[in-house]
């Protein structure tokens, strides 16, 4: 679905590799302690508003374990229609599906750019790669978050984000001509989520995408 390009933009990125960097560019993990996950919050469920490509969505991603779970819901009116997506991202797969249509794809995490940029694991190949820096910090949502500038040649990707815990709670970027505006208006930390949040409904029929 071509709406969860709204995530292509804020792509996992997993590995062990490290090195020297520019000063004023990030090598690693912005975190001072080694996180458990994705996130060092264990939880949290963030209502975004979005605007891509001159559409209006609504956007929320849930999370728990420190983000080995993670679900992305996305709504947006296309032609007078209702467009309800989903993206799920559980135990190495990423599940998409759309509840109107009652269809979905699974297909193994590393085929692809699914999810938001993983901040708390970056490596520093990876961060040198993107141009990865720190930009200060900045109140926002009552948080104290770090901003953080990307200038990805390679991906033609280019943003600023502002991060809480591994959160982004705003970014602006382009990734080419595509424009992305995603700003939180609520965020929850660490609430309980119930174990059905992460489950793809019953009633989805769910097909391997090679």
Same mark, same amino acid.
């Given at each position: 679905? =071509?709406?969860? =390009? /709204?995530?292509?933009?804020?792509?996992?990125?997993? +590995?062990?590799?490290?090195?020297? =960097?520019?000063?004023? +560019?990030?090598?690693?993990?912005?975190? *001072?302690?080694?996180? *458990?996950?994705?996130?060092?919050?264990?939880?949290?469920?963030?209502?975004?508003?979005?605007?891509?490509?001159? $559409? #209006?969505?609504?956007?929320?991603?849930?999370?728990?374990?420190?983000?080995?779970?993670?679900?992305?819901? /996305?709504?947006?009116?296309? $032609?007078?229609?209702?467009?309800?997506?989903? !993206?799920? !991202? &559980?135990?190495?797969?990423?599940? &998409?599906?759309?509840?109107?249509? @009652? %269809?979905?794809? @699974? &297909?193994?995490?590393?085929?692809?750019? #699914?999810? +938001?940029?993983?901040?708390? +694991?970056?490596?520093?190949?990876?961060? &040198?790669?993107?141009?990865?820096?720190?930009?200060?910090?900045?109140?926002?949502?009552?948080?104290?978050?770090?901003?953080?500038?990307?200038?990805? %040649? *390679?991906?033609?990707? *280019?943003? %600023?984000?502002?991060?809480?815990?591994? /959160?982004?709670?705003? /970014? #602006? !970027?382009?990734?080419?001509?595509?424009?992305?505006?995603?700003?939180?208006?609520?965020?929850?930390?660490?609430?309980?989520?119930?174990?059905? @949040?992460?489950?793809?409904?019953?009633?989805?029929?769910?097909?391997?995408?090679?």
């Amino acid at each position: 679905m =071509a709406i969860l =390009a /709204v995530f292509a933009t804020l792509f996992s990125c997993k +590995n062990n590799s490290s090195g020297p =960097a520019a000063k004023g +560019n990030i090598t690693a993990s912005p975190s *001072k302690q080694t996180p *458990k996950g994705k996130y060092s919050i264990k939880s949290g469920i963030v209502e975004y508003k979005t605007r891509m490509m001159g $559409m #209006d969505m609504k956007q929320t991603l849930a999370f728990d374990d420190y983000g080995k779970e993670e679900l992305t819901e /996305v709504i947006v009116e296309m $032609m007078g229609a209702e467009v309800h997506t989903f !993206s799920l !991202s &559980r135990d190495g797969f990423i599940y &998409r599906y759309d509840l109107m249509k @009652k %269809t979905g794809t @699974k &297909r193994p995490l590393s085929q692809g750019r #699914d999810l +938001n940029i993983d901040f708390e +694991n970056l490596s520093g190949q990876m961060a &040198r790669d993107m141009n990865l820096k720190k930009e200060g910090s900045e109140e926002f949502l009552g948080r104290s978050c770090e901003k953080m500038s990307i200038d990805y %040649t *390679k991906m033609q990707m *280019k943003g %600023t984000y502002l991060l809480y815990k591994g /959160v982004a709670l705003k /970014v #602006d !970027s382009d990734l080419g001509s595509v424009k992305m505006n995603l700003v939180a208006g609520k965020f929850l930390e660490n609430p309980e989520i119930p174990a059905a @949040k992460f489950e793809v409904p019953a009633d989805i029929k769910i097909v391997e995408s090679k």
